[in-house]
Antibody, heavy 122, light 107 residues
Framework: EVQLVESGGGLVQPGGSLRLSCAAS????????MHWVRQAPGKGLLWVAR????????SYGDSLKDRFTISRDNAKNTLSLQMNSLRAEDTAVYYC???????????????WGQGTPVTVSS | EIVLTQSPATLSLSPGERATLSCRAS??????LAWYQQRPGQAPRLLIY???NRATGIPARFSGSGSGTDFTLTISSLEPEDFAIYYC?????????FGQGTRLEIK
């Protein structure tokens, strides 16, 4: 069974940092592009970042590149998101998401992890 | 950036009825459009991709159609578990974008 399990969310003060992790299992992790997607409370979905299968290529949503860093460890089947200089508007549930098909760069999102909540507040 | 506009914002129907949800793109996305379902308290799940292909395990009552700028998700006969929020998403142009969602509620 394909599983994506996020961890690392929590309460952080404005300007602080947080590192999210996603443990993948049930598939060949190193073959897939991976993404982070977030959802602010009561709001819609916003794509955050993506990383290619070997970690050499990354992309970010507008205004996030300077604060967020996506990375992966294929030996440990783990995806990460380092978030710095956090703002109140970064408050959201962060989902780890796999691309539908292996080696597909711009692909659909399937499956999704259960999400980890991040709250930025003083 | 491609803007996806979903309508209606809320759709109130009864179990057994047919649901028709719309997604309009600000420019052509060809057939690179997907639909996701999000039940309360759950993560989204992929229903339809490439405008009309059902994802693995998705019941046949869900169907998608359209191309270019106008797309439709149809649920032929609503089951109780179908009452949820539905999002469309495009992957033609970066950044990848989602619609604002349609809430399907029980009438």
């Amino acid at each position: 069974e394909v599983q994506l399990v996020e961890s690392g969310g929590g309460l952080v003060q404005p300007g602080g940092s947080l590192r999210l992790s996603c443990a993948a299992s049930g598939f060949t992790f190193s073959a897939y592009w991976m993404h982070w997607v977030r959802q602010a409370p009561g709001k819609g979905l916003l794509w955050v970042a993506r990383i290619n299968h070997d970690g050499r290529s990354t992309s970010y949503g507008d205004s996030l590149k300077d604060r967020f860093t996506i990375s992966r460890d294929n030996a440990k089947n783990t995806l990460s998101l380092q978030m710095n200089s956090l703002r109140a508007e970064d408050t959201a549930v962060y989902y780890c998401v796999r691309s539908l098909r292996p080696a597909a760069m711009d692909d659909w999102f399937d499956p999704w992890g259960q999400g980890t909540p991040v709250t930025v507040s003083s | 950036e491609i803007v996806l506009t979903q309508s209606p914002a809320t759709l109130s129907l009864s179990p057994g009825e047919r649901a028709t949800l719309s997604c309009r793109a600000s420019q052509s996305v060809r057939t690179y459009l997907a639909w996701y379902q999000q039940r309360p308290g759950q993560a989204p799940r992929l229903l339809i991709y490439d405008a009309s292909n059902r994802a693995t395990g998705i019941p046949a009552r869900f169907s998608g159609s359209g191309s270019g700028t106008d797309f439709t998700l149809t649920i032929s006969s609503l089951e109780p578990e179908d009452f949820a929020i539905y999002y469309c998403q495009q992957r033609t142009v970066w950044p990848l974008t989602f619609g604002q969602g349609t809430r399907l509620e029980i009438k």
